[in-house]
């Protein structure tokens, strides 16, 4: 089974490059035939890429391509470099409110929406910014969305932890909340027998809230296509797993739903993991838990150094010996896919066209000065209700108007 290259919005002109391939933290074996960029080529994943709870796990041995391999590494690194401007336009003052990064998690947005389609539905934590990409949203979007400004994916009114995209749900700032939310879409895709499964993701924080638990019970209930991916980047703000949950085998946590445990610090075993958990839901067997070991290099939010909490020592091992990034990087030249040259002509291209979009961010037009603006998408469009009390009674709005009705 080949992996599709999952297509975006906006894209950069380094998806123009000649594409490669490359073999993940593993070995790989290329096709007999002529050296095309269509080639396939065999991925062996390590032993430990996978852990399995009440059920067999994985392959580890799969066929891809080098356009979707190298489609991988661009889109890592645009998500790298989007947040490092997050980061820069937050001390600049250009982005204020919540502001959480995924700097060394991007192999997991990346894994994840390449093994799914459109199709299928994708809701998430507030963590969020390299998902809303994948899922459609532009660099631009994303950065005029913090800096509030009307291009961006909620017009300017949602910021960091509400960014939405198509079949994206967000972006959910209340901690595990956007869990049994996952689960009504997943409902939604089984009642309209849709061939679509929902992926709900939350972090090991949220992984011990009651609401966690009572959609692990609706869904094996209903058997829900739903497969819940807990992101356990080691610490739920400033406290550590192993002080905030009697057991940290997330992927056990279902009880009577199976699990398996993923190396979520290598897109490639992401991948192949989410690509298992869309055919299990698929085929029937209900919802299955996932559990993606992972990493953030930075602080819970731009509020917190990160620091107090861990040493420095392990950010830096952890940077030097496990980055999904750089790994890939290493795996492109070893197979003499790619020169240094060439992936410095990536990381280039990548960082000219982040530029390009923080410019084109900052220079968009603030949300206009109106009230109405205040009124969009309260309903779907065609059942608004005739009028909108607001915080008084004389604030009535009226949607046939687009303005405040006359009081008497």
Known sequence: MLLSVTSRLSKPSIYKTTPVVFRSMATAKKSAKKDTNDDNVEINLPEHSFEGYMLDTPS?????????????YKD???????EMACDALYKAKKIRGFCH???????????????IT?????ITSYRCHGFTFMRGGSVKAVLAELMGRRAGVSY???????????SFYGGNGIVGAQVPLGNGLAFAHQYKNEDACSFTLYGDGAANQGQVFESFNMAKLWNLPVVFCCENNKYGMGTS?????????YYKRGQYIPGLKVNGMDVLSVYQASRFAKDWCLSGKGPLVLEYETYRYGGHSMSDPGTTYRTRDEIQQMRSKHDPIA?????LEELNIATEDEIKSYDKAARKYVDEQVEAADAAAPPEAKL????EDVYVKGTETPTLRGRVNEDTWDFQKNDFAATN
């Not at 580890?60 to 991988?72: E, R, Y």
């Open 60 to 72: 580890l041995t799969f066929q891809t391509n080098k356009a979707a391999l190298l489609q991988m």
């Open 76 to 82: 890592m690194i645009i998500i790298r470099r989007m």
């Open 101 to 115: 990064l995924s700097t060394g998690q991007e192999a997991i947005a990346v894994g994840v929406e390449n093994a």
């Open 118 to 122: 459109k199709k299928d539905s994708v």
């Open 156 to 166: 300017g009114k949602g910021g960091s932890m509400h960014l939405y995209a198509d």
């Open 241 to 249: 797993a192993s002080r905030s949950s009697a057991m940290t085998d």
């Open 327 to 331: 790994g890939l990087k290493m795996k």
């Open 372 to 375: 109405s603006i205040l009124f």
